[in-house]
């Protein structure tokens, strides 16, 4: 059975940091590109970070050199460090193994 478990979400203020981390089981996670992805309300669910099994990242515009996409293949879980939180980070995130599979998501609130 395939699960993805996001943690690391909460509330924190403008300009402010947490990490996320992805747990993942039941899938070949050192073959997997794994990605974040969140989703605003009213809002389609986009892009936020990639990460492919040889470590090659990939970011969205709006959060390039604030966040740090990394994977332990040593523990199948992926992390998302973000940096200079801003009050439009805020959204849940979801992280995806392949496209394929999905967690089902950590809130993250900034304060503005």
């Known amino acids: 059975q395939v699960q993805l478990v996001e943690s690391g979400g909460g509330l924190v203020q403008a300009g402010g940091s947490l990490r996320l981390s992805c747990v993942t089981s039941?899938?070949?996670?050192?073959?997997?590109?794994m990605g974040w992805y969140r989703q605003a309300p009213e809002k389609q669910r986009e892009l936020v970070a990639r990460?492919?099994?040889?470590?090659?990242?990939l970011y969205a515009d709006s959060v390039k050199g604030r966040f740090t996409v990394s994977r332990d293949n040593t523990k199948n879980t992926m992390y998302l460090e973000m940096n200079s939180l801003k009050a439009e980070d805020t959204a849940v995130y979801y992280c995806?193994?392949?496209?394929?599979?999905w967690g089902k998501g950590t809130l993250v609130t900034v304060s503005s």
């Open positions: 995806s193994g392949g496209s394929n599979y």
């Open positions: 039941g899938i070949d996670f050192s073959l997997t590109t």
């Open positions: 990460i492919t099994s040889f470590g090659f990242t």
